[in-house]
C-alpha cells in the first residue's frame, strides 16, 4: 500500500521561504507522477504544482509561477516543493499526491494516494 508522508510546514513571515517534502513508500516511486495541492480554510482543494514520473516535466499553477519549484529524488522516493516569496495567501494545509496512471493531470480526483497534509502559515 502506497503511504505519502509531508513534512516541512510551519510559520514564517511573508517573503520568506519555506521547503516541504513528501515520503513515499510501499511501491516503486519512479511508476507515480506526483503533484502537491493545498487547502485554505473554507475554500476548496486546489492544484499547485505536479512533475512527472521521471522529473523531465513540470507544471504549475499561475499563482505560484516564479515563487514554487516542484522537484523530485527518485532515488530517495521523495517529492519537494521548494517556497519562496512566500504570501498569506500562501496560507494553506498543503498535501502531496500520487497518480499511478495519469502521468500529467492538475485534476485531484486522477491522483489515488494522498499525504495527510503539513500546515503552511505566512504571517504578514
Known amino acids: 500500500q502506497v503511504q505519502l508522508v509531508e513534512s516541512g510546514g510551519g510559520l514564517v513571515q511573508a517573503g520568506g521561504s519555506l521547503r516541504l517534502s513528501c515520503v513515499f513508500s510501499?511501491?516503486?516511486?519512479?511508476?507515480?507522477?506526483m503533484a502537491w495541492f493545498r487547502q485554505a480554510p473554507g475554500k476548496e482543494r486546489e492544484f499547485v504544482a505536479l512533475?512527472?514520473?521521471?522529473?523531465?516535466?513540470?507544471y504549475y499553477a499561475d499563482f505560484v509561477k516564479g515563487r514554487f519549484t516542484i522537484s523530485r529524488d527518485n532515488a530517495k522516493n521523495t517529492v519537494y516543493l521548494q517556497m519562496n516569496s512566500l504570501k498569506p495567501e500562501d496560507t494553506a494545509i498543503y498535501y502531496c499526491?500520487?497518480?499511478?496512471?495519469?502521468?500529467?493531470?492538475?485534476?485531484?480526483?486522477?491522483?489515488?494516494?494522498w499525504g495527510q497534509g503539513t500546515q503552511v502559515t505566512v504571517s504578514s
Open positions: 510501499g511501491r516503486t516511486f519512479s511508476n507515480y507522477a
Open positions: 499526491a500520487a497518480s499511478p496512471i495519469v502521468p500529467y493531470t492538475i485534476r485531484g480526483r486522477d491522483y489515488d494516494y
Open positions: 512533475i512527472t514520473r521521471s522529473g523531465g516535466s513540470t
